[in-house]
């Protein structure tokens, strides 16, 4: 039983943080609902030596500390990424940082990696070690740390052997000189150090994915492209939050620093996407996120190089029910446009 639209008005009037945390509560307690029946054969998806049942996944920041990725799975995405997780625990930048924007079906954050930390995070993953589902793990540096690259090693050696994937986040606007470790000299060294950090004593390492900003020019994208190539990274993350404002209208809260997600991100994301598949030519997998509402704009994301698809301020406006209908778009519109299987949509609009 989908009982958003019981709570959406309630919801609407709290505190964004505060109706979040409220929405964790409540799915650690198992009022979550949960998908019936298995999905459609055309949208499953073999990639990095693991099987998602759907290319639909919950993005990082939805659940922080690990609390509730099994409520996710059970709400019937095909993964769920926990995190950005930090070393030590830190509480992040000051409230109000987290503002709704109704009129455009988007969100502005400024967080700042606030959570728990790497043993909260270990704990709540050990417990849950045996149960099925893809669990990734979205790992990030403590603020003022000495090494920032110190501590994206130590998220690796901590959660490797619980992790599904690992997803290094470099692309938050709301850590200081975050953002500068995408440049070419910075990522070179810091994908070299991550990856050396993951145990050897296993056939097949943990993949680790990067993920990037939407607010980069061709030669940025260029030099991302090229280090991953040479270094080996198992996939791309296409893309965190903006900086950027164009086509809000002015009003309460548009004008609040931080990251911009939901509606107004899709085309600026999609457009990343489609480059980072074109420069790539396809060797690298890619996950397509940013403004994903509907079955359509994860189609589209899939065509434009996407083999997986994660969403997460679209449930703030639409709600768990979301989910099932961009599964029954994706089936659709695979379907309409004669493709057995997602992979075959995969770049389909791209040429490369």
């Known amino acids: 039983m989908d009982l958003f639209p019981l709570v959406r008005p309630f919801a609407s009037i709290v505190d ?3 109706a979040h945390r409220l929405t964790i509560r409540a799915l650690r307690m198992g009022l979550g609902p949960s998908r019936h029946g298995s999905d459609p054969v055309s949208l499953g998806v073999d990639l990095f030596g693991l099987h998602f ?3 639909v996944g919950i993005a990082a920041g939805f659940d922080k500390n690990g609390e ?3 409520a996710m799975l059970a709400l019937g995405m095909g993964f769920a990424e926990v995190g950005t997780v930090t070393p030590l625990p830190q509480s992040g930048n000051p409230r109000p940082r987290i503002f709704r924007l109704p009129v455009h079906r988007a969100v502005i954050n400024r967080l700042g990696f606030n959570n728990e930390g790497h043993e909260a995070l270990k704990k709540r993953l050990l417990a849950r070690r045996r149960r099925p589902g893809i ?3 979205n790992i990030g540096a403590t603020k003022d ?3 920032r690259v110190a501590d994206y090693e130590a998220g690796i050696r901590m959660f490797d052997g619980l ?3 690992f997803t290094v986040n470099i692309s938050s606007p709301n850590t200081p000189g975050l953002r500068a470790l995408q440049s070419r000299a910075e990522l070179q060294g810091l994908v070299a150090r991550v990856l050396a950090a993951r145990r050897t004593d296993r056939a097949r390492p943990t993949p680790v994915l990067l993920k990037i900003a939407p607010d980069l020019n061709e030669e940025e994208l260029t030099d991302i492209t090229e280090v991953a190539l ?3 990274l198992d996939g791309l993350i296409v893309s965190n939050t903006t900086i ?6 002015s009003g309460v809260h548009a004008g609040e620093t931080g990251g911009l997600s939901g509606a107004p991100l899709f085309a600026m994301s999609t457009g990343v996407l489609r480059d980072m598949y074109r420069l790539t030519k396809g060797r690298i997998p890619l996950v397509g996120v940013g403004g994903i509402m509907s079955g359509d704009d994860a189609y589209a994301k899939i065509r434009a190089g996407a083999s997986l698809v994660q969403l997460y301020s679209a449930l703030t406006y639409e709600g768990p029910a979301l989910v099932s209908r961009i599964k029954q778009g994706l089936a659709a519109r695979l379907a309409a446009d004669g493709f057995a299987h997602l992979k075959d949509a995969v770049g389909a609009d791209v040429e490369l």
């Open 16 to 18: 964004p943080e505060t």
């Open 53 to 55: 049942e759907n290319p």
């Open 68 to 70: 509730v990725p099994d």
């Open 135 to 137: 669990v990734g793990v």
């Open 145 to 147: 740390a000495a090494d």
């Open 163 to 165: 992790a599904a994937y």
């Open 230 to 232: 040479a270094e080996g």
């Open 244 to 249: 950027a404002r164009e086509g809000l209208v």
